[in-house]
């Protein structure tokens, strides 16, 4: 049997019910592991992940069924419930094209490209084991600095993104006019993040400065999670919204 990559999570001598253990452990889950995102694993495959019984399995799913985090359809498995589904697009847009959309006249520079050890949320996310190419974009207009992006790829594909490229060429365009890769979905979640010193000497703000991030992860047709990004601004230099289908649309000032 494969190793139970979660039973550490678990205290089987606990006063809490072990199929409580694990309901709960699944909705931490939710939105944030590429497995969890809109359909979970298999009964079987859960089983093997927590080192558990089908029977306690299927208790944790059941209890989270009842409280519509998750929905359990016969003959077609459990999938995750309206209220807790992540924003999904169909199409994705660089931060560039957003951008020009508006009217503006942007800048894009490379910041930073090399190889390096990737957070273990994107090791998470693009089922990684080794190190990701990683690429920091900075973008301004005649007003000054707009946004920085930051990019994580597997390192299967370094070879195809050259500094060069990367420098002149949006990660959007990368993927569907360079790789030819041909978009499945993407899952964007929006929250803060704290101005590394990097980024905020770009932005001419304050290490430690709070940051409106817009999270991507790509998942492109036979090839899996693909691509791993973040958008950081300022407050009030974008607002954006998700549709009731899961489209962001970016509104207000840019």
């Given at each position: 049997m494969p190793h139970a990559v979660f039973s550490s999570d678990l205290d089987p001598n606990g006063p809490t019910p072990l199929y409580l253990q694990v309901g709960h452990h699944i909705s931490g889950l939710i939105g944030k592991d590429s497995r969890f995102m809109d359909r979970l694993p298999s009964e079987a495959e859960l089983c093997q992940m927590y080192g558990v019984s089908r029977i306690t399995v299927r208790q944790a799913l059941s209890y989270l069924a009842?409280?519509?985090?998750?929905?359990?359809?016969?003959?077609?498995?459990?999938?995750?419930g309206a209220l807790h589904r992540p924003g999904r697009q169909q199409t994705i847009h660089s931060f560039f094209e957003i951008?020009?959309?508006?009217?503006?006249?942007?800048?894009?520079?490379?910041?930073?490209?090399?190889?390096?050890q990737?957070?273990?949320?994107v090791a998470k996310a693009l089922s990684l084991k080794d190190d990701a190419l990683f690429i920091r974009r900075g973008y301004r207009s005649e007003q000054g600095p707009l946004g920085v992006t930051e990019v994580f790829y597997p390192a299967s594909l370094v070879r195809m993104v050259t500094p060069e490229l990367a420098g002149r060429t949006t990660s959007t365009s990368i993927l569907q006019d360079i790789f030819k890769f041909r978009i499945s979905h993407a899952d964007v979640s929006i929250g803060l993040s704290?101005?590394?010193?990097?980024?905020a000497e770009w932005l001419k703000v304050d290490p430690g400065t709070a940051l409106m991030r817009i999270k991507r992860v790509t998942t492109c047709v036979g090839q899996g999670a693909c691509e791993y990004?973040?958008?950081l601004v300022t407050e009030g230099t974008a607002d954006f919204r998700i549709t009731a289908e899961g489209e962001m649309l970016s509104e207000g000032a840019l």
């Open positions: 009842e409280r519509d985090v998750v929905v359990r359809q016969h003959g077609r498995g459990t999938f995750v951008l020009a959309g508006k009217g503006l006249s942007p800048e894009m520079t490379l910041l930073d490209y090399r190889m390096r990737p957070p273990e949320e704290r101005a590394s010193q990097n980024v990004s973040r958008l």
